[in-house]
């Protein structure tokens, strides 16, 4: 471990619905949830004010209902919200050639490696003038936790949610992570936890104290050394700038079981489609197709099969799914598909042998729009238009807005900016002629020339308002104490507890 606090997480609390927030001026301070909003979908992110009623990611949307019906529900924007993390992201890489990002709002940063800073006081500096970039270019705020290690650097990033900096300083390590809950730790899921406790085993010094031997009894020889060093605030891993990818795959879990043999062929095609469109985005190709099936009774079955070389042609994808799906008996129904693709390399094998019928450059059907589209969208393609809520639209007389609802062959807009006032509400038929799909407008208006956005000066926000999370900002003051008045966001109710140490320092 390193002797002064240089690697640093960065967290964009409730990312998703901190976007739609920021959005749609009149859903501020409102409880929000995004996620899928068919029977079967599941809660991706709820804000702030939806957490208070017992609402979390990876909740079924139904029971998500059920605690708070009246917050807003809202389809995902993906692409939209990809747009947002890569200027985050941009930022991230102008402090160092070192970053790992977890996900779309997650990622280490060496700072050291950079030169964005070498001890206590340049990192918190780093780690302030990044919280207030964030913010200039998207109108959204992240939390930031720093420390000596990547495992600390989350948990003081955990510790600072929602709005704030948390800087655990070298030499106070094993003091901070004593009384904290054994599920802090990297790790540490359900089944773990629950196999510690009735051990008589609860916070990370009880761990500690436990001994490397009794955790390896306990949890076996590799996960029982790796629990001793992290309750000792061992952790040497290094913040890695690319992390290979393993596999390529997308999946559909449909509303309702799909018992037509004929449509799961259909949807397999799509999927395969899909996952070959994301191998080639990625510059990627694979040699091994790969099958999911989850059937009527939650059984799940998986077939692969492997070419002779790597490929990105979508026929050939299609045709080895298509063979996968033979064997596979969906008689009483399928509620879930996926196809991938694994064996990467980043280059393709002459389809020497004709692996595919047809010719190789075919063109993929449809576009990135369909590859996007929510399986509950596409089974009803055709039969109206349709308005997934929370999506962007453009009124030829009104102007831009976005879908509330729809059903019943109506469609009710709120017509609203980032920058604007809360907006009216208008109802239109589904079929209105004046009424389109419309790109997501940028959170953040910029004035020609100016280079805010990333560091390269672009303004990327240009997502194709398709429907993967947090946001905050505060001050950077020096007190040695618990979390300081750091300024909450209206938006972001109140703050999750820090309660550290006195000498972890908030900012």
Same mark, same amino acid.
């Given at each position: 471990?390193?002797?002064?606090? =240089?690697?640093?997480?960065? +967290? !964009? ?31 991706? =992110?709820? &804000? ?12 079924? !949307? ?5 605690? %708070? ?7 995902? @924007? ?6 947002? &993390? +890569?200027?985050? !992201?941009?930022?991230? @890489? ?58 600390? %650097? ?17 030499? =106070? ?19 773990t936890g629950d196999h510690l406790r009735r051990a008589g085993i609860h916070t990370v010094g009880d761990l500690a104290e436990a001994g490397e031997d009794e955790l390896v009894r306990l949890l076996g020889k590799a996960h029982g050394h790796a629990l001793h060093a ?72 998986t077939r692969s099969e492997t070419l002779r070389g790597p490929t990105d042609d979508p026929a050939v994808v299609r045709e080895a799914a298509a063979r996968l799906l033979d064997s596979v008996d969906t008689t009483g129904g399928v509620r879930l598909l996926g196809v ?20 190789? +450059? ?6 990135? %729009? ?25 009124? &030829? ?14 469609? =009710? ?5 980032? #920058? ?8 239109? @038929? ?18 020609? *020339?100016? #280079?805010? #956005? ?8 240009? *997502? ?29 109710? /109140? /703050? ?12």
């Open positions: 471990m390193r002797s002064a606090p =240089t690697v640093l997480h960065l +967290d !964009m609390d409730a990312f998703f619905a901190s976007v739609e927030q920021a959005s749609k001026p009149s859903l501020r301070g409102k409880a929000v949830i995004v996620g899928g909003l068919g029977p079967r979908g599941v809660v991706a =992110t709820a &804000s702030y004010e939806a957490r208070v009623f017992g609402v979390r990611s990876a909740l079924p !949307m139904a029971q998500a209902r059920r605690l %708070a019906p009246n917050a807003a529900y809202l389809v995902p @924007r993906f692409a939209f919200y990809r747009s947002i &993390s +890569d200027q985050v !992201m941009g930022l991230l @890489r102008a402090l160092s050639p070192l970053v790992e990002p977890l996900s779309l709002d997650e990622a280490f940063v060496d700072l050291e490696a950079g030169g964005a800073a070498r001890d206590e006081r340049s990192a918190r500096l780093a780690g302030a003038k990044l919280r207030a970039d964030i913010r200039a270019a998207t109108g959204l705020t992240g939390s930031v936790g720093l420390a000596a290690s990547k495992m600390l %650097a989350k948990i003081a990033s955990e510790q600072a949610k929602p709005d704030g900096l948390v800087l655990i300083e070298p030499g =106070t390590e094993r003091a901070l992570l004593a009384p904290l809950s054994v599920r802090t730790l990297p790790g540490v899921g359900p089944a992290m309750s000792l605030a061992r952790d040497d891993r290094s913040v890695v700038a690319e992390r290979e990818t393993k596999s390529v795959s997308v999946e559909d879990t449909y509303d309702v079981d799909i018992h037509d043999r004929v449509r799961v062929g259909v949807e397999v095609q799509r999927l395969a489609d899909r996952c070959v469109r994301r191998l080639r985005t990625a510059g990627l190709s694979g040699r091994t197709i790969v099958l999911k099936v989850r059937r009527y009774d939650f059984s799940t079955l991938g693709v694994s064996g990467l390399a980043d280059y393709t094998q002459e389809d020497l042998f004709a692996q595919a019928a047809g010719e190789r +450059d075919k063109e993929l059907p449809g576009g990135e %729009a369909e590859a996007a589209a929510p399986a509950e969208e596409r089974q009803q393609a055709g039969a109206e238009r349709r308005w997934p809520a929370g999506h962007d639209v453009r009124h &030829s007389e009104y102007g831009h807005g976005w879908v509330q609802g729809s059903g019943l062959g109506r469609v =009710t807009v709120r017509f609203e900016t980032p #920058g604007s006032a809360p907006g009216r509400v208008r109802t239109f @038929r589904t079929d209105d002629r004046a009424l389109h799909p419309a790109d997501p407008l940028p959170l953040v208006e910029r004035s020609p *020339g100016d #280079g805010a #956005g990333g560091p390269d000066g672009e303004n990327r926000q240009d *997502g194709d308002g398709r429907g993967g999370e947090g946001a905050h900002d505060g001050a950077d003051g020096d007190a040695r104490s618990t979390r300081d008045g750091r300024a909450a966001r209206g938006s972001q109710g /109140s /703050s999750a507890g820090a309660g550290a140490a006195a000498r972890v320092r908030h900012g």
